[in-house]
């Protein structure tokens, strides 16, 4: 049971390229978020998805777009990387029953975009 | 605009003291508030989460503090120990889908 693993790692881009940050769960939840962290900001909800087949954005859902694969993964595309994406971006599941319960992180993919 | 305000931003504290982090919300339809604690390298997990309520929650060395008419909540880590040195995030939520994070404290726990 590996919980929520993401790939890559690390990654670093040059302006304008772009990229899909992967993520999979192997829990059978049904909500699943992508959240960047920066320093002195906290963490931020980039985009999330309440089930298969949906998804809603977050507070700083601007230069991503969201695919919500099927109910194991959740992928964060960045068409244009520009260097103020560059973060740390977590993945988190939860089961999304209705009731509020714990949500699980993933490790994180630590993004430089010079 | 930051409905969760955390502080201190950093903190260091001697092995074997009381370590206090708070939090501060304005929304009155938040109903449930965890705590994340966060080492180098990892994502943040559920430490310990407290409903309005109850004005106090203990688990082992941790302990919420939540007092509803002041719209605060704290953490207490007794007797904190170097592998508590962490970044710990407060958290509130007030629907299953929406949570959100204070900017979290640095704990730097010295022997």
């Known amino acids: 049971n590996a919980g929520v693993t993401q790939t890559p790692k690390f990654q670093v881009l040059k302006t304008g390229q772009s990229m899909t940050l992967q993520c999979a769960q192997d829990?059978?939840?049904?909500?699943m978020y992508w959240y960047r962290q920066d320093p002195g900001m906290g963490l931020r909800l980039i985009y999330y998805?309440?089930?298969?087949?949906?998804?809603d954005k977050g507070e700083v859902p601007n230069g991503y777009n969201v695919s919500r694969l099927n109910k194991r993964e959740f992928s964060l595309r960045l068409e244009s990387a520009a260097p103020s994406q560059t973060s740390v971006y977590f993945c988190?599941?939860?089961?999304?029953?209705?009731?509020?319960?714990?949500?699980?992180f993933g490790p994180g993919t630590r993004l430089t975009v010079l | 605009q930051q409905q969760v305000k955390q502080s201190p931003q950093s903190l260091i504290v001697q092995k074997g003291g009381i370590s206090i982090i708070n939090c501060a919300y304005e929304?009155?339809?938040?109903?449930?508030f965890p705590w994340y604690q966060q080492f180098p390298g990892k994502g943040p997990a559920l430490l310990i989460a407290?409903?309005?309520?109850?004005s106090e929650k203990k688990e082992g060395r941790f302990t919420i503090s939540f007092n509803k008419s002041a719209k605060q909540f704290s953490l207490h880590i007794m007797d904190s120990q170097p592998g508590d040195s962490a970044t710990y995030f407060c958290?509130?939520?007030?629907?299953?889908?929406?949570?959100?994070f204070g900017i979290g404290t640095k704990l730097q726990v010295i022997p």
């Open positions: 988190a599941s939860t089961a999304g029953t209705g009731e509020i319960d714990t949500q699980y």
């Open positions: 829990m059978n939840h049904n909500s």
């Open positions: 998805s309440a089930s298969e087949g949906t998804t």
């Open positions: 929304n009155t339809a938040f109903d449930y």
């Open positions: 407290i409903r309005p309520d109850v």
């Open positions: 958290a509130a939520l007030e629907s299953y889908q929406k949570v959100t």
